[in-house]
């Protein structure tokens, strides 16, 4: 098993930023992949980024392309994401994933809130 614990999030205005953080603990050594999703009040839930453990590769949401950027620490076991230039439709529950083989995420956090005020 893999326990996720996110932090990072709060309220920021438009144009700020926030650097969210994910510390993976348990078996860690088990999983491949990382990610970032949101969810906000009556929508979907939304992959915004995912990064391999083992070359940092990393994909992005059209949405957030060029604005956020994802990053691992393996020695650290944890995962963050830098979020630049927000916008008011960032606003939403951020949440941590782990996963072995994308697109498993089997492992979940349980989120951090961003709100961004315009």
């Known amino acids: 098993q893999v326990q996720l614990v996110e932090s990072g999030g709060g309220s920021v205005q438009a144009g700020g930023s926030l650097r969210l953080s994910c510390a993976a603990s348990?078996?860690?050594?088990?999983?491949?992949?990382m990610g970032w999703f949101r969810q906000a009040p009556g929508k979907e839930r939304e992959r915004v980024a995912h990064?391999?453990?083992?070359?940092?590769?990393?994909y992005y949401a059209d949405s957030v392309k060029g604005r956020f950027t994802i990053s691992q620490d393996n020695a650290k076991n944890t995962a963050y994401l830098q979020m630049n230039s927000l916008k008011s439709e960032d606003t939403a529950m951020y949440y941590c994933?782990?996963?072995?083989?994308?697109?498993?995420?089997?492992?979940w956090g349980q989120g951090t809130q961003v709100t961004v005020s315009s």
């Open positions: 994933a782990a996963g072995v083989g994308y697109p498993d995420f089997r492992y």
């Open positions: 348990g078996d860690t050594y088990s999983t491949t992949n």
């Open positions: 990064i391999y453990k083992s070359n940092h590769v990393a």
